[in-house]
């Protein structure tokens, strides 16, 4: 194949290069001059650094996301980038010493890191931000105490980033509760794009792709189209009705191969729901690894794009309500999945109110 591209290449009578996907070097050819005129590391026509913040960066979520980012697993494996880390001066000698392990990683991609506790170095030029931290809920906290804690603590940082941050920078909101902390956010910085402020419900889409795989004995790779609707907590609704399976004998739908709705409308939803929970009793923390992973799923596919044919499932802001939807996303922008089939009143709306849920 590559061959034949070259022969078609070659014919021609422009200048071109092309890149391998997935590979280092960048093959130019000189149509002019039709032999192959170097193979290089693609380094020669490197793009500039990404500015990636990450608040809460000295946490258990931080500490496994900067290298995953360092590592190009968010942004792609050409992509340079320089993280900026935040946290809250009494983890500021922790904080550095995730840098020094960032700088003894030697990281080929890192062009620099700034280990910061103040809020304006830390936002300034940034092109994505995840923010993962905040106020923790603590035992005797009422769900409104940590609200306003998070309250002075994301209208700070809503500031600084829309003061400070690079035009139409990418907002993430990992910190919990996930979606009120992107409200907030949203109302105090009012000049940042709705569409650019979105919250992580990919986890909760990851897990729902896992327990299809292990149900049915299938690669997780080959899973694909569930939604995650609501928000990311245990009154999220997890739904099956549109994903698939790839066998060998083309897409099936979930439902068909699990045969099972009874484990479908309970076993499944209740799992996906309780996941986190479920981690912090195995493991006396909460989930880190795969929270930070899915954070990268989230920017990767939000800037690269959704694959043809697949959705994922994104906390976003339309019209006010910050909700996760099913996305698929193109040139940096996502867009709900609509359709026929596709209205979410029949399937959510009644079941939040037969759960007493407004
Ligand atoms: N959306 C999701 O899917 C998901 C999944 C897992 C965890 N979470 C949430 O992510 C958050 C982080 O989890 P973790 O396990 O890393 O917690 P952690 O306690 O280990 O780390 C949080 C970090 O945030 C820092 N921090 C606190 N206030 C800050 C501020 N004002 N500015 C900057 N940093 C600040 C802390 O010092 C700490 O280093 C929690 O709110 C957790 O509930 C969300």
Redesign the pocket.
Known sequence: MISNLLNTLIGTSLYCYFQLSASPFTVFIDSRNPILVSLFRSSAMAKDPVRVLV????????YALVPMIARGIMLGPDQPVILHM???P??AE?LNGVKMELVDAAFPLLKGVIATTDVVEACTGVNVAVM?????RKEGMERKDVMSKNVS?YKS?ASALEKHAAANCKVLV???P?NTNALILKEYAPSIPEKNIT???R??HNRALGQISEKLNVQVSDVKNVIIWGN?SSTQYPDVTHATVTTPAGEKSVPELVKDDEWLKSGFISTVQQR?AAIIKARK????LS?AS?ACDHIRDWVCGTPEGTWVSMGTVPAGLIYSFPVTCRNGEWTIVQGENFSIFPVVFPLMSSQGRS
């Open positions: 608040t809460g960066a000295a946490g258990q979520i931080g935040l946290d809250i009494p983890a922790a993962v931290g905040g106020f923790p603590i940082q990992v910190a919990n996930a919250c992580l419900t986890l909760d990311h986190g923390l909460s989930s880190a929270a899915s």
